[in-house]
Nanobody, 127 residues
Framework: QVRLEESGGGLVQAGASLRLSCAAS????????MGWFRQAPGKEREFIAA????????RYADSVQGRFPISKDNAENTVYLQMNDLKPEDTSVYSC????????????????????WGQGTQITVTP
């Protein structure tokens, strides 16, 4: 059974940093790309970042490019999102998800490319 569990959320002031973790189990983690998404109340789920199954390529939304590096530790079955220079507009629930396909040759970025969403972790950034 696929399980994804996010942690690391919290309440911070603008300019602060946080690191989110997503612990994965129930599937061969090293063979799947992983992604981070966020969804604020009343808004649609938004792509944030994704990393290729081998960890050698990444893609980012324009809104977080250069601030939120994604990384993948295949030995620990964990994907991370380092969140730097947080802004109030980053306030949202952040979730991780796995690629639908094994060993894709590209970095998936569409919501439809992903499945098995975690429960999410809340990030609140105050001015």
């Amino acid at each position: 059974q696929v399980r994804l569990e996010e942690s690391g959320g919290g309440l911070v002031q603008a300019g602060a940093s946080l690191r989110l973790s997503c612990a994965a189990s129930g599937f061969p983690f090293s063979e799947f790309a992983m992604g981070w998404f966020r969804q604020a109340p009343g808004k649609e789920r938004e792509f944030i970042a994704a990393i290729k199954w081998g960890g050698d390529a990444t893609r980012y939304a324009d809104s977080v490019q250069g601030r939120f590096p994604i990384s993948k530790d295949n030995a620990e079955n964990t994907v991370y999102l380092q969140m730097n220079d947080l802004k109030p507009e980053d306030t949202s629930v952040y979730s991780c998800a796995k690629d639908r396909q094994r060993r894709t040759s590209y970095v998936p970025t569409s919501i439809g490319d992903f499945t098995s969403w975690g429960q999410g972790t809340q990030i609140t950034v105050t001015p």
